[in-house]
């Protein structure tokens, strides 16, 4: 940077509590070598890194997600890019966690639901006149199902 001071940079200057943070948008190559990392700032003394954050940009609505791969850097004014931009906020994806984590429960129970219901279904079809006679039988570990009314009646 040469000349005229960098002024989205000033704030560092005068106010201690403003944390430089690096963030990139894509994730590091499988190869190991790091993304492209944006300085950002931040008043967030929570931040850490790995927290998804939201960062102004020139997509869509104006805003996009970044990680945060870096925070508290140290700041070279001297080498400084043109503009660094402030941290919308942190994505708290508390809610969004539950939700899935609770949905893929009740799927869970739904699957095993039909599961059973199928197996019960199949079971009174194939061995519904068989049952009786199959039941005393010792490798029959599962409840069958009773003759239908008709088999009965015909015995």
Known sequence: MTGNVNQPANIF?????VRAILCNYEPDSPT???AKRDWF???DETLKVGDLVIVPS???HGFTVSRVAAVDVELDFE??????KWIVGKVDRTTFDRNVEQEGRANNVIRDAEKAKR???LADKVLGAAGAQLS???IVTVALPAPAPEAADKE
Not at 13 to 17: S, W
């Open 79 to 84: 080498n400084l890019p043109a503009d660094i």
């Open 41 to 43: 700032k931040t008043f």
């Open 136 to 138: 005393g039988l010792d």
């Open 119 to 121: 197996r019960k279904e």
């Open 13 to 17: 200057l005068y106010n201690d509590k």
């Open 32 to 34: 190991g070598s790091p």
């Open 58 to 60: 020139h997509t869509r």
